[in-house]
């Protein structure tokens, strides 16, 4: 057996106007986060991982922010998208470790749902999935609740 791991990170700034997507689920704020896409830091850290892992560059170089193929696009449609492409060298998912760094609003009450979309997304079962929220202890940017920060460590194996 092949096993490879991978690391992810994405940060986005918050914005007004926009809604905000974590885990591929719809989170109650009144700021949502500035990107090309929805901006969903989470699945944005996982598809980097993922693809880090199989050593296939990361989620830029696929979905480039350049592209209107991707305004606005549903991240969940990418992180299928990237499913497809590390299955296509032969990879599956041991286990997804994630972080999501955020001051406000309190993720917590949202983990299980975020957990629930992304194994339906990735079609694997829910405990290879491990979400996290943490604060910043109000230092630095996401302290200041200007943005939110995501971290994603991965395992893949391939038979």
């Not at 492409?85 to 972080?99: Q, V």
């Not at 990735?122 to 202890?137: C, G, H, L, V, Y």
């Amino acid at each position: 057996m092949n096993i490879r791991v991978g690391q992810g990170f994405d940060v986005h700034a918050f914005a007004e106007n926009r809604e905000l997507w974590l885990g591929g689920i719809l989170i109650p704020s009144d700021k949502g986060l500035l990107g090309h896409s929805d901006a969903d830091v989470l699945i944005h850290a996982i598809c980097d991982a993922l693809l880090g892992a199989a050593h296939m560059r990361d989620i830029g170089y696929h979905f480039p922010d350049t592209s209107n193929d991707f305004k606005n696009i549903d991240s969940k449609i990418l992180l299928k998208e990237t499913i497809k492409l590390i299955k296509s060298k032969g990879y599956s998912i041991g286990n997804i470790d994630s972080i999501i760094c955020a001051q406000a609003p309190k993720l917590s009450p949202y983990i299980e749902k975020m957990e629930e979309c992304l194994s339906k997304v990735m079609e694997i079962d829910r405990e290879q999935i491990s979400i996290k929220a943490t604060t910043t202890e109000k230092l630095g940017f996401v302290g200041r609740k200007e943005g939110i920060a995501a971290y994603a460590t991965v395992l893949i194996n391939k038979e």
